[in-house]
């Protein structure tokens, strides 16, 4: 079998565990025909075969956002609240408006070198199931989308989610659960502590946080097969998601059999990280979060909020990979625009957008660690990891391509970098 495209490139990463290195991929059907070193075999190349030189570019697995919320970003577009879920009905029923918001949407991503996301739909996701299952049938998609039922107006469906499970099956788009809030930002004492608040005596949350409901509802989950997942920003809420995930289905081995996620981690006890690990329970971070934020102003929130000798387990992701936790990145779209280059500034690099010492070095990752979270990681997180997220015969052909070696470029130069070519089932979606 002859390969329609190959991708010759002195900088293949797999996210297999294999350093980068120079060699080829091959695609052939929408899949990957061949991974290799050096230069492909002669047998591979056919009269139709496009052969595509990238030098010292990065060749690398399509990269997977598990926490976006495609509502929000076309309610600003269209000058809507996003916070006012009464108006999504409207805006996601109006086919003449979020048809081409939606083509826009995935163009944005695919340039990005985004290849599969995970949606946030609230309740029954406003009918917008119906085009999700209408594009799939005619091939219009160039995003793989899992999507997740977010309660807001009612309480979960589990019946909804049934249906949508059976419904969805196909190479695009499928059903991935249910996810929930719990406490808020730190920023306005939202976050659920440990310990009191260093400025607002006494205080550990001026939330009040049904955790009995939430515990009832992610178990009733479960019992029924679904994922779930959890937003958690302070070291009690992740805690107490994690006394909820103890009490949810264990394989023999201890670890969760859903596959249940904690969303954002904000600030964390490392004990509670450990706790993680042993479970499975994924972690869902933001690694650009840092680039919405100027450094003195976020430093001193911290001083402010919780003092600089609990800040130093802020953003702790390298005490997460650590612990065995399974790394995947989201980036709260529309808060944050998928941009991988950056997420190495911030998430290995620990940068602020305007440089100088980087915070909380003792908690970065490796780029290598980053970009396995991007692909692998975010595979496994919607459970599709047998078919996407690496790089090896046999998968679905969805790549990236970035400008330049990112594993070589300093972390404080990655933002230089961008997107250049984006496979999804080896059909080129985007091509700079």
Known sequence: MTADIILRSDCIFTATGKAPFSGYVAVSGGHILDV???????????????????GDKTVSPGFVDVHCFFTGWAAQRESVDPEDVSNHPALLGNREKIEPLFREYMAMLNARGVTSVKEMGFDDFSGFTELLDEWERKDGLSLRVSFMSQPAGRPMDLAFGRAMQERFRGAFVRFSGFNRMTDGSISQLEGD???????????????????????????????????????????????????IYETCRQDESGRLVNRHAITDLEFSDPADLERMGRLG????????????ARREEKLQMIREKIGMERGRYYWNRRKMADSGVPLSCGTDLPLLLDDIPESVYCAVGGYFPEGGEPFNRQNMLTTEELMTAWTRGGAYALMRENELGTLENGKRADIAVLSGNIFTTPAEDARGLSAVLTLVDGRMVYRK
């Open 193 to 243: 502590l440990k310990q009191p608040y260093s400025c607002a005596g006494g205080t550990t949350c001026v939330l009040s946080i049904d955790w009995d409901a939430i515990a009832a509802e992610v178990r009733a989950a479960d019992k029924a097969g679904f994922r779930f997942s959890l937003h958690a920003q302070g070291d009690a809420a992740i805690a107490r998601v994690l006394d």
């Open 36 to 54: 290799g070193y050096g230069a492909p075999p002669a047998w591979m190349n056919g009269p139709e075969t496009e052969t595509l030189e990238f």
């Open 281 to 292: 329970a994924i972690a869902e971070i933001y690694p650009q979060i840092q680039s919405i």
